[in-house]
């Protein structure tokens, strides 16, 4: 007969749990697994399911009882870290979004909105066009792969017991930069056409003052935006790698300890 000891249940609760805190506040927050869109209990099965395919291939835990209060406090940690991670990424993709406003706010497309089912809100058309195109690519690239390969590396990184450093912090405060020096970078052509378009626009209504600027500027900045919108397209898939990479990098970054 096969005896099972509380030493034994206790080291394969904390084998599963504690990673498992981990990845579910990493899905309850990154990009793609955080949309209202999917239902709670296919998030958490997917958590399951990362759970015990990594789980092999982690270093060992800590020996801890599970219903300690350090254990308490170990899983409350683990779940925290996962959220921070989810979050870094998060913030590096609102960039896409910034780069759809700004685009929109010089189309004159910045009162046109789109409900979002995904996210339950209102959402600026080029936004949501934009974050349908990242999305998209991101997963053609297997990007979800890289969650579970990157999620899987932070537990080398930083193991389970192992605390962040303050400069972790740091760096999830400084990524808040980033968004603004992404989104502009993504708008910069559209933003730059556009500006062009309106000094000529002033410049054509200044030398013939009976041209109504409002009914004619419109429809040239629309369609002006549009086409080279169109045009950048071709050109969008080195920026958004590397937005990729910073993203997956944040995610290292944070869960690194002092020093390294």
Do not use: C
Not at 139 to 166: C, E, R
Request: charged content about 5%; aromatic content about 10%; cysteine-free.
């Amino acid at each position: 007969m096969i005896q099972l000891s509380t030493t034994q249940l206790d080291a394969w609760i904390v084998a599963f749990a504690f990673p498992l805190a981990r990845i579910l506040g990493f899905i309850a927050t990154a990009p793609i697994w955080n949309t209202p869109g999917i239902p709670r209990r296919t998030r958490l099965i997917l958590g399951l399911a990362i759970a015990i395919a990594i789980i092999p291939a982690l270093p060992p835990m800590p020996q801890v009882a599970p219903a300690s209060l350090a254990g308490l406090l170990l899983l409350g940690q683990q779940t925290l870290l996962g959220i921070a991670m989810g979050f870094a990424v998060r913030v590096v993709f609102t960039a896409i979004n910034l780069a759809g406003d700004f685009m929109g706010f010089q189309m004159g497309l910045s009162f046109a909105t789109f409900y979002d089912p995904l996210n339950s809100s209102q959402t600026p058309v080029i936004s949501e066009f934009l974050n349908l195109i990242t999305l998209l690519l991101f997963l053609s690239l297997n990007g979800h792969l890289l969650y579970v390969a990157t999620l899987a590396k932070s537990f080398y990184v930083l193991p389970v017991g192992s605390f962040p450093g303050s400069g972790s912090w740091l760096n999830l405060a400084e990524l808040a930069a980033q968004i603004f020096s992404f989104g502009l970078l993504l708008s910069l052509p559209v933003v730059v056409a556009l500006m062009i378009t309106n000094l000529s626009l002033a410049v054509l209504t200044r030398a013939a003052p009976q041209l109504n600027i409002f009914a004619l500027g419109f429809p040239i900045t629309l369609l002006g935006g549009f086409a080279v919108l169109a045009i950048s397209l071709n050109y969008l898939a080195t920026p958004l790698q590397s937005i990729y990479e910073v993203a997956l990098t944040a995610m290292l970054q944070f869960a690194a300890p002092p020093g390294r």
